[in-house]
């Protein structure tokens, strides 16, 4: 059983470009969530997919958005970086949505805006 | 809106001895706690969640916490601190609404001396 992978592990990009960050839950999972770290705070949810569809949002702009696969991999993309995205992207994935479910954690992908 | 407080951003114990680590929520309904670690460069792993079956949660590691609804605490426990426990730590909870969104504390750094 492989475990939740994100691509890439690091990534640097210029202000005003966009990205792309990919995961591939766990076996077996439906359901994707993304967070992010920024450097000495807790992970702040950004969204949550379920089979494909968007079912939860945190406080992030609409430049940040999603995809859930029919694989049930997915992709967060933020447009129009700002400095303030550097950070660590992380993502998430459980066996449906219930509040008690345990969710597994990839890596993470670190972003860095310059 | 449910939310996690933790005491203390650094804490340092030497080796062998007791681990305390303090979390406090707040919440309007009962909540789903849990308590996750994050090595350097990693993702986060869960040591272990409460969900209302047992207020004396056990988990890996030899870690273990309690839930005290009268002061609202989960606070996590180790009797011996290893070397190999240093690491960040984020309580967290589960916010109630449709789908699974996990809001963490801003954690607390774990320092084991020698």
């Known amino acids: 059983e492989t475990g939740v992978t994100q691509s890439p592990t690091h990534l640097i990009k210029t202000r005003g470009q966009q990205v792309t960050l990919r995961c591939s839950s766990q076996s077996g999972h439906n359901t994707v969530s993304w967070y992010q770290q920024a450097l000495g705070q807790g992970p702040q949810f950004i969204f949550q997919y379920y089979r494909e569809e968007e079912n939860g949002r945190g406080n992030f702009p609409p430049r940040f958005s999603g995809l859930q696969f029919p694989n049930y991999s997915s992709e967060l993309n933020v447009n129009a970086l700002e400095l303030d995205d550097s950070a660590l992207y992380l993502c998430a994935s459980s066996l449906g949505t219930n509040q008690n479910t345990e969710a597994f954690f990839g890596q993470g992908t670190r972003l860095t805006v310059v | 809106a449910q939310s996690v407080t933790q005491l203390g951003s650094h804490v340092s114990v030497s080796e062998g001895a007791l681990v305390l680590l303090r979390c406090n929520y707040s919440?309007?309904?009962?909540?789903?706690l849990f308590w996750y670690v994050q090595y350097p460069n990693q993702g986060l792993q869960l040591l272990l969640k409460?969900?209302?079956?047992?207020?004396l949660v056990k988990g890996i590691n030899g870690f273990e916490a309690e839930f005290k609804k009268s002061e609202t605490s989960f606070h996590l426990t180790k009797p011996s601190a290893h070397m190999s426990d240093a690491a960040e730590y984020f309580c967290?909870?589960?916010?109630?609404?449709?789908?699974?969104?996990?809001?963490f504390g801003t954690g607390t750094k774990l320092q084991v001396i020698p």
């Open positions: 919440s309007s309904v009962p909540p789903y």
């Open positions: 409460y969900t209302s079956a047992a207020t």
């Open positions: 967290a909870v589960t916010v109630s609404g449709g789908y699974q969104k996990v809001t």
